[in-house]
Every structure is written in C-alpha cells, then in structure tokens.
C-alpha cells in the first residue's frame, strides 16, 4: 500500500523559510514527485515536480526562483525547500506521486496523495 506522509509545515513570518519533507513507502520507485497546495476557497494547484533522478525539475511561475524541489531516493523522501516566503504561498501542501515517466504540472496525472501540511505565512 502507497502511502505519502508529510511534514515540517507551520507559521512563519513573510521573508522566512520553511522546508517540507515527504516520505513515501509501499514501492521502491517512484518516477515523479510532485508538491501541490490548495488555499482556501480555491483549487489545487501546482507547485512543484521532479523525476527520479533530479535532472528533470518543474516549478510553477509562482515559486520559480523561491522554491527548490529536491529528492533523496536512499531515504524515500522528497523536499520542497521553501523561501522568500509570501502570504500568498499560505496553504495546505500536499505530496504527490505519479507512475508516469516524465514530471507533470497536471493534478490528474498523480496518483498518490499525502494528507498535507499546513503552512501559514504572516505578513
């Protein structure tokens, strides 16, 4: 059985830094990762994605630049190191994984989903 935990969200000030960490387990490969997050009142979004190896990564325009997606296949973990961070970037995030090769931007190429993390940016 698939699953998807993750951690490490919380409060934060604007201009601080968080790191999310996602463990999965269940398989032993998992081709893409990916990191979603939903506001409140609106739909799910993309954040972030990156295949197995590290050497095709995807942001979303919103948190290119702030935002780093990293992977650590020994320790079955995904990270989304996160800074600059604005109360917009307030949301719950979720970790995702798909069975497709290549990264997708696309909610409904995932399969897996974790239960999320909350992260609240003050201003």
Not at 64 to 78: E, L, M, Q
Not at 83 to 88: D, G, I, M, V, Y
């Amino acid at each position: 059985q698939v699953q998807l935990v993750e951690s490490g969200g919380g409060l934060v000030q604007a201009g601080g830094s968080l790191r999310l960490s996602c463990v999965t387990s269940g398989r032993t490969y998992f081709p893409v990762m990916g990191w979603f997050r939903q506001a409140p009142g609106k739909e799910r979004e993309f954040v972030a994605a990156i295949n197995w190896r590290g050497s095709s990564i995807l942001y979303a325009d919103s948190v290119k630049d702030r935002f780093t997606i990293s992977r650590d296949n020994a320790k079955n973990t995904v990270y989304l190191q996160m800074s600059s961070l604005k109360p917009e970037d307030t949301a719950i995030y979720y970790c995702a994984t798909t069975l497709r090769v290549g990264v997708s931007a696309q909610t409904v190429d995932y399969n897996y989903w974790g239960q999320g993390t909350q992260v609240t940016v003050s201003s």
